[in-house]
Structures are given as structure tokens and as C-alpha cells.
């Protein structure tokens, strides 16, 4: 019998995020480009400058990002401080790069419970399984729209005025908030012109498909509200697509804190009304 005392559960948090519609990115793109993109959530996001490591002070190490094909696999473990903002924080740069560089969606769970990842010692494979893995991928296949949802059994008391987080009333979830300082993204007006008029082509593709149809509906709306900004998903605006080339810009750089905080009100309550038409 194979014995190993290193080989135990640790309390963890977890993300399992699918990228929608990723099978077909592939198809229509270059192994260089989707790798690129791919990248920025295993490096960018957590070891570049303007980081995790620098947000929160986790180290590289303390961050596993597992990333096949469409799906993505995060963990941190529990007692690590500000892991849950971090998690948290993280979905949301990958949601954002995702949306403004390959516009493409994601959906997906966070859970917190035993949790074990490791390399085999046979052949260097990553080896994961758990109940907060198995919990967080329930969540992605719950979800009906385009969010990352937050177990309810995570205790968010303490994030009460965390912006990266919001809640639609009509479901009862709780979700990440990617698109809060969306805005302050370099070339944000020319990469949402281009997320605008795929939106607007996938809901008349989809015209006869409900439950398609509706995860871009959803996501149309609640950028309207985040952005408070009806002119979008205009055709003037859209239309600009043909001057503008989209620049491949991968990082996602948010405000400092300072900035932050005088903010908070307004963005919640624009975020908040985000609702299902």
C-alpha cells in the first residue's frame, strides 16, 4: 500500500471557471494567440508588477493555476491572508482580460473546503481533487449566466464593501464583479467597442436559442449599468470598429486603493441594479 504522510487535504479556496465558447476561439485562431492569451492567467496576473503579489502580498507559490483547455482551476489556501479577496480579485482580472482582449465569457464557482493539488511524483502531472473542487465545479454548472458565483457557505461579512463583488437580487447570487474599474483598463473604449458589437452579433445569432441568447442579454445589461452607459452598444459607437484596430493589451491594471475607496458607493449602486430583463 502506497503511504505518504505529505499527502493530506489542506483548507483551500477554489475557483473552477469554464471560458464559453473557447472550442471555437481555437478554431478560428492561431496556437500562438490563444497561447498568449492563456498566459496572462497563469503570469501576468499574478507575478507581473501589478500583480496579486503586489495587491495583496501572496507569493507566486502560494497561488496553483491550472489551466485546460477551457477550463481554469485556482487555489489558494485558507489560512493565507487576504486569500479570499485574492481569489476573488484574480477571477476577475482573468474575466476582464478575457472579455476585452478574446472577448470571450466565463463562467464558474469559488468554494472553500479540503482541497489537495500536487505534481505526481511518477510523472510530474498535476494531480487535484477535493469537496471545495467539486463544490466550486457544481457552482459553474449551476449558473446560468455569464458569472463567477460565490459559494453561499463562504462567509463575505468582512467583504461587505469589497467592490469586486455584487449581488443579483433576482437569483439570490452572489458573483464577481469584473467590471468594476473596468474602465481605468488601458484602451478600454476601443476593446469594448469591439466586445459591444460581438455582444450585439451573438444575440441575433442566437435569436432562437433562449438559453444562449440570454447569457449575452444578461451581459449587455449588466455592462449598461456598470458603465452606467447606454451608448456602448450604440451603432455609432460600434460602428467606430472599422477606424479602431483592438490592441492586444493584456494587462488589467487597477487603481490603488486610495483612489479606490471614494468610489465604492457610487459603483456599488450602479452594479447592483444589474438585473435580468
Not at 510523472?123 to 473542487?133: D, I, K, M, R
Not at 440570454?214 to 472599422?242: A, G, H, L, Q, V
Not at 493584456?250 to 458607493?265: G, P, W
Request: glycine share 4%; aromatic share 10%; charged share 25%.
Amino acid at each position: 500500500m502506497y503511504e505518504n504522510n505529505s499527502i493530506q487535504y489542506k483548507k483551500c479556496y477554489v475557483a473552477f471557471i469554464d471560458i464559453l465558447g473557447f472550442k471555437d476561439y481555437v478554431k478560428h485562431n492561431s496556437c500562438e494567440k490563444v497561447y498568449v492569451v492563456l498566459s496572462y492567467l497563469e503570469v501576468e496576473a499574478v507575478a507581473s508588477p501589478h500583480g496579486i503579489k503586489s495587491k495583496y502580498g501572496i507569493d507566486v507559490q502560494d497561488i496553483k493555476i491550472l489551466c485546460i483547455s477551457d477550463s481554469v482551476i485556482i487555489s489558494i489556501e485558507e489560512n493565507i491572508p487576504y486569500a479570499l479577496e485574492a481569489i476573488i480579485w484574480l477571477c476577475a482580472a482573468f474575466q476582464l482580460a478575457l472579455l476585452l482582449n478574446a472577448r470571450l465569457l466565463m463562467r464558474g464557482g469559488i468554494s472553500c473546503g479540503d482541497f489537495y493539488i500536487d505534481s505526481s511524483d511518477r510523472t510530474g502531472n498535476p494531480v487535484l481533487f477535493g469537496q471545495a473542487y467539486n463544490n466550486a465545479v457544481e457552482l459553474e454548472k449551476y449558473g446560468k449566466r455569464p458569472v463567477i458565483i460565490v459559494d453561499e457557505n463562504i462567509n463575505i461579512d468582512n467583504l461587505a464593501s469589497f467592490s469586486f463583488l455584487s449581488r443579483d437580487d433576482e437569483c439570490g447570487q452572489t458573483f464577481v464583479n469584473y467590471m468594476y474599474r473596468a474602465k481605468e483598463v488601458g484602451a478600454f473604449d476601443i476593446k469594448m467597442r469591439y466586445v459591444a458589437k460581438e455582444i450585439k452579433n451573438k444575440i441575433q445569432q442566437f435569436d432562437g436559442n433562449a438559453s444562449i441568447k440570454e447569457k449575452y442579454t444578461w451581459t449587455k445589461d449588466y455592462i449598461i449599468n456598470s458603465m452606467n452607459d447606454e451608448k456602448i452598444f450604440s451603432e455609432e459607437n460600434i460602428s467606430r470598429c472599422k477606424i479602431d484596430r483592438q490592441p492586444l493589451n493584456l494587462k488589467v491594471v487597477f487603481v490603488s486603493e486610495e483612489k479606490e475607496n471614494d468610489q465604492t458607493k457610487n459603483a456599488n449602486a450602479q452594479l447592483n441594479s444589474a438585473k435580468h430583463r
